[in-house]
């Protein structure tokens, strides 16, 4: 399903997210009843939305809120970024990092979970598992923390987004982009060596031809 | 590691929807945790179910087995010559590229060499052979250590067993070698250079051939690159550049604590251009644009189109635009298709100016060991294939490098003055253990010698106290910023010269045998080096503590001898210009400098039993020199012998030097220099290298008999 504008890549359309949102807006009571409907689009509930048009991300933030249930969404999108989430500042090296995975790992493994929770924690321990994999490789964390300096927190829908290699997609850019690069090469081709050209080269192109000429 | 094993297939059948499985394998590295294989199961179906379609198979088969024995290559068996690709299809050269690939990967599992680089560029090297007609058309290799694949192409395919050993292969391209090497490359960021000085020759000489250069993102990091760009924009005679970017521009890209970002602005420049989404809409206007223009409308065209293009692409194009190179990319280098048609397109193209094509590559593809690991198997000894583990000989003993490294950090925490610069050699030159001690005293310029020399004089100027790590042999390009920007100001940088000497498999081109001679002419320098790791540890605290003046030592490539370390890797200052005397003996005195002392003590071991003893003396410093110890060697010895493992001009001379201005040569004595001889001594194992050389312990005892007359003694020493 490719909508126009947006990327086939779930999560990722970071078209949408190009307004100004600063900070996720707070739900004081996420049991209470609120009605979304003028200033919809730029919900929290936003963060975690798949790719899907406007009118249902609308329709899944209204309901997710009226639902009044504390859904991962509502948790991942209640403002944790993964810094948080791994409890080490926004400047942690990767000794940090790692150090903070490790411990988180192991307390949130499904298999040492309280019995009853298991699914809880196992929910956190991929939360923790994706934090991590995002901020230990440079480039994506690169990335993250540019998202994350303009406000938005994507959140566990929205892992491919960071995935240094983005697919077929972008080589499919690339193909068109040296296409056009390669046309432009031949249309260059044709007028390069007029008169006009006084390069070095130009002059050796010209006295080639025109010897090959005389011959 | 039952992971892995499910990765293997990704790699077989790469050209359809590998991504996916190219995610999951990278992925599955990070699931330390057996927990949730959220990806296994849908890799274990897709390995199931794919099934190799019809034909022989390369042999990296479906379950990535990996071969002790030569796997078998039935497509690469029947190409000698580039010419015999010829007539190949697109399908074809996929598979040839497989067959390439696992043939590599086989040949350096047996010699060791360079691995990681060579399979970034297998589809690059088909691609290239297959379009253009070596050896006409000529085709360089940047540094030459990705030159694999187009050996194997170039007719010597069965010599690859030889590869970096005695009388065989060189590691790099050579001209000697083969005509299909057009030029000799070892160091980094010639290649533009060369290739516009060939094109340049084909102009004048009438010639019609194509000349296509291949440099890597991190050769691009040196100055040369953007000269020779500078001078090709002004000339615009016809050239291909090939950039091969794969983000690896220090070796190894990586410190020991897991995966760096390139140094540098170019590299960020480079990742800009590579994704450029935002802007595609605007592109498609203006693709929309131009072709409402479009028809007969050509140079209208052609301005909406590089205006258009000038905006989408960022401001690394335009880089390479400003310079005079029509930008072309980035482009897909792991898919043949895509190469060959825009190579074809440039070949055909009748005048082009110097055209740059900016080609993105994946280190180690293709073998999931070298592509997981952090140094992506840049340089490997012999491994098993299948395991990917190496085979490290167990030392008993750390090499220099390691001894250095750990000297230089125990000055670092005493003083915190100290700061080191290398030029991408963070593994080489042992200052990635500098930088994890010290993140922010540890700098790493890029492949730019000739800029880390200047930047340590202003680090001085301010203070500091650097030390620059930089190769014996690599030093040679940075010569100029030594003389001017440091020894005639008299800053006191100090030079830490690793590799010097003869270093085996890497060859002449990397052989440290100058520096001696270069280092020890300036007038202001203190030249040292040390005889064993101890030493070394002494001398970089007498480097530290050298504050007026500049300062250099030399240490070999090679592993220590086994003495005992000073407490704590705290070494402690020698006087300057003082050597000392390890044996004392009558009638012949060997002078030795550097690890040289070593063979010494070895060819006075090995005269001894004809009962002549020898005196060995470690002199320490050739700059400036221990007269008194020359003066009293000369006068109490008949004979004389000064032995180093540089050329000419270098310990030796300045002992003669001395001596004849001391009138010490007015007597009796005979002074006989050993030095490297006056020719490049080929790649082979350091043994064999020695023995070429003349510097083997049997050599200096032969000489010590020689010059005594005892020339029986002599030849039965060396046989």
């Given at each position: 399903?490719?909508?126009?504008?947006?990327?086939?890549?779930?999560?990722?359309?970071?078209?949408?997210?190009?307004?100004?949102?600063?900070?996720?807006?707070?739900?004081?009571?996420?049991?209470?009843?609120f009605?979304?409907?003028h200033?919809?689009?730029?919900?929290?509930?936003?963060?975690?939305?798949?790719?899907?048009?406007?009118?249902?991300?609308?329709?899944?933030?209204?309901?997710?809120?009226?639902?009044?249930?504390?859904?991962?969404?509502?948790?991942?999108?209640?403002?944790?970024?993964?810094?948080?989430?791994?409890?080490?500042?926004?400047?942690?090296?990767?000794?940090?990092?790692?150090?903070?995975?490790?411990?988180?790992?192991?307390?949130?493994?499904?298999?040492?979970?309280?019995?009853?929770r298991?699914?809880?924690?196992?929910?956190r321990?991929?939360?923790?598992?994706?934090?991590?994999?995002?901020?230990?490789?440079?480039?994506?964390?690169?990335?993250?923390?540019?998202?994350?300096?303009?406000?938005?927190?994507?959140?566990?829908?929205?892992?491919?987004?960071?995935?240094?290699?983005?697919?077929?997609?972008?080589?499919?850019?690339?193909?068109?982009?040296?296409?056009?690069?390669?046309?432009?090469?031949?249309?260059?081709?044709?007028?390069?060596?007029?008169?006009?050209?006084?390069?070095?080269?130009?002059?050796?192109?010209?006295?080639?031809?025109?010897?090959?000429?005389?011959? | 590691?039952?992971?892995?094993a499910?990765?293997?297939?990704?790699?077989?059948?790469?050209?359809?929807?590998?991504?996916?499985?190219?995610?999951?394998?990278?992925?599955?590295?990070?699931?330390?945790?057996?927990?949730?294989?959220?990806?296994?199961?849908?890799?274990?179906?897709?390995?199931?179910?794919?099934?190799?379609?019809?034909?022989?198979c390369?042999?990296?088969?479906e379950?990535g087995?990996?071969?002790?024995?030569?796997?078998?290559?039935?497509?690469?068996?029947?190409?000698?010559?580039?010419i015999h690709?010829?007539?190949?299809?697109i399908?074809?050269?996929?598979?040839?590229?497989?067959?390439?690939?696992?043939?590599?990967?086989?040949?350096?599992?047996?010699?060791?060499?360079?691995?990681?680089s060579s399979?970034?560029?297998?589809?690059?090297?088909?691609?290239?052979?297959?379009?253009?007609?070596?050896?006409?058309?000529?085709?360089?290799?940047?540094?030459?250590?990705?030159?694999?694949?187009?050996?194997?192409?170039?007719?010597?395919?069965?010599?690859?067993?030889t590869?970096?050993?005695?009388?065989?292969?060189?590691?790099?391209?050579k001209?000697?070698?083969?005509?299909?090497?057009?030029?000799?490359?070892?160091?980094?960021?010639?290649?533009?250079?060369?290739?516009?000085?060939?094109?340049?020759?084909?102009?004048?000489?009438?010639?019609?051939n194509?000349?296509?250069?291949?440099?890597?993102?991190?050769?691009?990091?040196?100055?040369?690159?953007?000269?020779?760009?500078?001078?090709?924009?002004?000339?615009?005679?016809?050239?291909?550049?090939?950039?091969?970017?794969?983000?690896?521009?220090?070796?190894?890209?990586?410190?020991?604590?897991?995966?760096?970002?390139?140094?540098?602005?170019?590299?960020?420049?480079?990742?800009?251009?590579?994704?450029?989404?935002?802007?595609?809409?605007?592109?498609?206007?203006?693709?929309?644009?131009?072709?409402?223009?479009?028809?007969?409308?050509?140079?209208?065209?052609?301005?909406?189109?590089?205006?258009?293009?000038?905006?989408?692409?960022?401001?690394?194009?335009?880089?390479?635009?400003?310079?005079?190179?029509?930008?072309?990319?980035?482009?897909?280098?792991?898919?043949?298709?895509?190469?060959?048609?825009?190579l074809?397109?440039?070949?055909?193209t009748?005048?082009?100016?110097?055209?740059?094509?900016?080609?993105?590559?994946?280190?180690?593809?293709?073998?999931?060991?070298?592509?997981?690991?952090?140094?992506?198997?840049?340089?490997?000894?012999?491994f098993?294939?299948?395991?990917?583990?190496q085979?490290?000989?167990?030392a008993?003993?750390q090499?220099?490098?390691t001894?250095?490294?750990?000297?230089?950090?125990?000055?670092a925490?005493?003083?915190?003055?100290?700061?080191?610069?290398?030029?991408?050699?963070?593994?080489?030159?042992?200052?990635?253990?500098?930088?994890?001690?010290?993140?922010?005293?540890?700098?790493?310029?890029?492949?730019?010698?000739?800029?880390?020399?200047?930047?340590a004089a202003?680090?001085?100027?301010?203070?500091?106290k650097?030390?620059?790590?930089?190769?014996?042999?690599?030093?040679?390009?940075?010569?100029d910023?030594?003389?001017?920007?440091?020894?005639?100001?008299?800053?006191?940088?100090?030079?830490?010269?690793?590799?010097?000497?003869?270093?085996?498999?890497?060859?002449?081109?990397?052989?440290?045998?100058?520096?001696?001679?270069?280092?020890?002419?300036?007038?202001?320098?203190?030249?040292?080096?040390?005889?064993?790791?101890?030493?070394?540890?002494?001398?970089?605290?007498?480097?530290?503590?050298?504050?007026?003046?500049?300062?250099?030592?030399?240490?070999p490539?090679?592993n220590?001898?086994?003495?005992?370390?000073p407490?704590?890797?705290?070494?402690?200052?020698?006087?300057?210009?003082?050597?000392?005397?390890?044996?004392?003996?009558?009638?012949?005195?060997?002078?030795?400098?550097?690890?040289?002392?070593?063979?010494?003590?070895?060819?006075?071991?090995?005269?001894?039993?004809?009962?002549?003893?020898?005196?060995?003396?470690?002199?320490?410093?050739?700059?400036?020199?221990?007269?008194?110890?020359?003066?009293?060697?000369?006068?109490?010895?008949?004979?004389?012998?000064?032995?180093?493992?540089?050329?000419?001009?270098?310990?030796?001379?300045?002992?003669?030097?001395?001596?004849?201005?001391?009138?010490?040569?007015?007597?009796?004595?005979?002074?006989r220099p050993?030095v490297l001889?006056?020719?490049?001594?080929?790649?082979?194992?350091?043994?064999?290298?020695l023995?070429?050389?003349?510097?083997?312990?049997?050599?200096?005892?032969?000489?010590?008999?020689?010059?005594?007359?005892?020339?029986?003694?002599?030849?039965?020493?060396?046989?």
């Amino acid at each position: 399903m490719r909508c126009y504008g947006f990327t086939p890549i779930q999560g990722s359309d970071s078209r949408l997210f190009h307004l100004p949102t600063t900070r996720l807006i707070n739900i004081p009571n996420s049991n209470s009843r609120f009605s979304f409907s003028h200033s919809s689009f730029f919900t929290s509930k936003l963060v975690s939305a798949t790719c899907m048009p406007p009118v249902s991300l609308r329709t899944t933030a209204r309901a997710a809120v009226n639902d009044g249930l504390m859904t991962e969404e509502a948790a991942a999108a209640s403002g944790l970024s993964f810094y948080e989430l791994l409890g080490i500042p926004e400047s942690g090296s990767l000794v940090d990092i790692k150090q903070a995975y490790k411990q988180l790992a192991r307390k949130y493994h499904p298999d040492v979970s309280p019995p009853g929770r298991a699914e809880e924690y196992t929910k956190r321990f991929i939360r923790v598992q994706e934090a991590y994999e995002i901020l230990s490789d440079p480039g994506r964390r690169a990335l993250y923390d540019r998202d994350l300096a303009k406000g938005l927190h994507l959140a566990f829908s929205a892992r491919r987004q960071y995935q240094s290699n983005e697919g077929m997609e972008e080589r499919g850019e690339w193909k068109n982009r040296w296409q056009a690069q390669l046309s432009g090469l031949k249309r260059r081709s044709m007028n390069k060596d007029a008169d006009g050209n006084l390069s070095w080269g130009a002059r050796m192109r010209r006295q080639r031809d025109e010897l090959a000429n005389e011959l | 590691m039952a992971l892995s094993a499910f990765s293997f297939p990704a790699h077989v059948n790469w050209a359809t929807a590998s991504d996916a499985q190219k995610s999951s394998s990278f992925s599955s590295h990070f699931l330390t945790w057996g927990g949730t294989n959220l990806l296994c199961p849908s890799q274990h179906k897709l390995n199931q179910v794919r099934k190799r379609s019809g034909g022989a198979c390369a042999s990296l088969s479906e379950m990535g087995d990996y071969h002790s024995q030569r796997p078998t290559t039935p497509l690469l068996d029947t190409i000698n010559y580039p010419i015999h690709m010829k007539n190949l299809s697109i399908k074809e050269l996929k598979q040839l590229a497989d067959e390439i690939r696992s043939d590599v990967i086989f040949n350096v599992s047996k010699t060791g060499g360079h691995l990681g680089s060579s399979l970034g560029v297998v589809e690059l090297t088909v691609a290239l052979h297959y379009v253009f007609n070596a050896p006409q058309d000529k085709i360089l290799w940047d540094v030459g250590h990705q030159s694999y694949p187009h050996k194997i192409l170039t007719g010597r395919r069965d010599k690859m067993h030889t590869i970096r050993q005695t009388n065989g292969l060189s590691g790099f391209t050579k001209r000697s070698e083969s005509e299909f090497d057009c030029f000799g490359t070892g160091h980094s960021s010639t290649t533009i250079s060369a290739g516009l000085g060939m094109a340049v020759g084909r102009d004048l000489k009438g010639r019609k051939n194509n000349v296509v250069a291949v440099i890597g993102d991190g050769a691009m990091t040196a100055g040369q690159a953007y000269e020779a760009m500078n001078n090709a924009g002004y000339l615009d005679s016809d050239m291909i550049v090939i950039l091969n970017d794969n983000k690896q521009v220090s070796l190894p890209t990586a410190t020991l604590d897991g995966p760096i970002p390139p140094v540098g602005a170019l590299s960020s420049a480079l990742s800009r251009l590579q994704s450029n989404r935002p802007l595609r809409e605007l592109r498609e206007v203006a693709k929309g644009v131009a072709k409402q223009i479009g028809g007969p409308m050509h140079e209208l065209a052609a301005k909406v189109d590089e205006y258009a293009r000038g905006m989408i692409s960022g401001s690394g194009s335009t880089l390479f635009e400003e310079l005079g190179l029509y930008y072309i990319g980035p482009v897909d280098g792991h898919n043949i298709d895509d190469l060959t048609a825009i190579l074809k397109e440039v070949k055909s193209t009748k005048t082009t100016g110097p055209v740059l094509i900016h080609v993105v590559t994946e280190k180690g593809r293709g073998y999931p060991y070298a592509e997981k690991a952090a140094d992506k198997y840049h340089g490997v000894a012999k491994f098993d294939p299948a395991t990917g583990k190496q085979f490290k000989a167990k030392a008993l003993t750390q090499s220099y490098t390691t001894y250095f490294a750990e000297a230089l950090i125990a000055e670092a925490e005493v003083d915190k003055d100290i700061v080191a610069i290398h030029a991408a050699m963070g593994g080489g030159t042992g200052m990635n253990l500098f930088l994890r001690r010290f993140p922010t005293r540890c700098f790493d310029v890029g492949i730019a010698e000739q800029h880390a020399v200047t930047f340590a004089a202003g680090l001085a100027c301010e203070g500091l106290k650097p030390f620059c790590a930089i190769y014996s042999s690599f030093m040679q390009r940075a010569y100029d910023q030594v003389v001017h920007d440091v020894d005639l100001q008299k800053l006191p940088v100090r030079f830490a010269m690793d590799r010097a000497g003869l270093v085996g498999a890497d060859g002449p081109t990397h052989c440290g045998s100058f520096d001696v001679t270069f280092m020890a002419c300036l007038p202001n320098m203190v030249v040292m080096a040390p005889s064993d790791e101890a030493e070394l540890f002494h001398m970089v605290a007498t480097a530290a503590a050298i504050d007026d003046r500049p300062s250099c030592f030399r240490y070999p490539r090679g592993n220590g001898i086994g003495v005992q370390l000073p407490p704590g890797n705290k070494g402690i200052p020698i006087e300057v210009g003082k050597g000392k005397t390890l044996i004392e003996g009558e009638r012949v005195a060997l002078l030795g400098y550097g690890t040289a002392v070593q063979s010494c003590l070895a060819a006075a071991s090995l005269v001894q039993s004809h009962g002549l003893r020898l005196t060995v003396a470690d002199a320490r410093f050739c700059k400036p020199l221990d007269r008194a110890l020359i003066r009293s060697l000369a006068k109490s010895h008949e004979v004389l012998i000064t032995v180093e493992e540089g050329s000419i001009g270098g310990f030796g001379s300045h002992v003669a030097q001395f001596m004849a201005l001391d009138g010490l040569l007015d007597g009796k004595l005979k002074w006989r220099p050993l030095v490297l001889p006056d020719r490049y001594i080929d790649h082979g194992s350091p043994a064999d290298q020695l023995a070429e050389a003349g510097l083997t312990p049997s050599h200096i005892a032969a000489t010590v008999f020689n010059i005594l007359g005892q020339t029986r003694e002599a030849l039965e020493i060396m046989s």
